[in-house]
């Protein structure tokens, strides 16, 4: 089995930063990809940004040029930093890995909560 931990939610005012951080344990067989998945109340889960094993990133149109993730993959870390927040980007925050077996795996942390107000 494989255990994603977040932290670095909160409370930010617009306009301010956070990072999210999220750490992957147990066995991991070949990390294909990690990322971030976000859900505002109310809405669907929607895909914020990814990076690959190769470090090729996607970002979410909503995010690009505010929000960076980053790997470490000697620590099995992926990072966020969440620049410029707005409201809208109020939700909680899954770290999402997809390690490779032959075939794929899916799996997710229990979530962050990231709340932009003023």
């Known amino acids: 089995q494989v255990q994603l931990v977040e932290s670095g939610g909160g409370l930010v005012q617009p306009g301010g930063s956070l990072r999210l951080s999220c750490a992957a344990s147990g066995t991991i067989f070949s990390i294909d990809a990690m990322g971030w998945y976000r859900q505002a109340p109310g809405g669907q889960r929607e895909l914020v940004t990814f990076?690959?094993?190769?470090?090729?990133?996607n970002y979410a149109d909503s995010v690009k040029g505010r929000f960076t993730i980053s790997r470490d993959n000697a620590k099995n870390r992926v990072y966020l930093q969440m620049n410029d927040l707005k409201p809208e980007d109020t939700g909680v925050y899954y770290c999402y890995l997809r390690d490779y077996r032959g075939t794929y795996y899916a799996y997710w942390g229990q979530g962050t909560q990231v709340t932009v107000s003023s």
């Open positions: 990076i690959s094993s190769g470090g090729t990133t």
